[in-house]
């Protein structure tokens, strides 16, 4: 507001904004708010990752991959994903889920998970922000890969092979330049 002295030529400004002005901004800065929580962090195909509830990672009740369990607030990204059955009955399953949460919460929920579904970990790497982890249960193979970019990626691969795969340090190697 403009306050007009007696003296021609002053002028002198209110130091309190009218009520319409302070209201707009007010406004304005709860629309971009909202705004940020609606664009949200996205999965790599548009899906909103909802921000992890707490410490550590819990399973969901239900999972693609009945024997492999899906953290929950982790979603599937279907354009990285496939599996189907070999005639010979083996499983072919190249998953990849992504979620908000720690690489060291995720590799702790696969450590615990696993076991429980009949997975025995045979190898388990880490190296500048990628886990690497072989699990094996009959005559299939699990391999995880980990990675910590601006969101967790759990890529899940299942085959039916060998069940003491080695896994050398130079696969640490490619997974971290494939990054």
Known sequence: MID?????GLLRLDPTPPIAVTTGVVVCLCLMTACQSV?????????ILPPPSGPGLVARSRSLIP??????GFVGVASKSNSYVT???????DHTYQGRASIVDAVQFYRLHLPQ????RKTDQSHDRITLM?????????QLRITDRRIVDVQI???????NPPVTTNDIADAAAQR
């Open 87 to 93: 005639r010979e009955g083996l499983r072919i399953v």
């Open 39 to 47: 664009t949200g962090i996205r999965s790599d195909d548009g899906v």
């Open 4 to 8: 007009r002295p007696n003296r021609p």
């Open 157 to 163: 691969s299942i085959r039916g092979a060998d069940p």
């Open 117 to 120: 579904h009949g997975w025995q």
């Open 67 to 72: 024997d492999v369990p899906t953290p929950v």
């Open 134 to 142: 072989t699990y094996a249960k009959g005559r299939e193979i699990l």
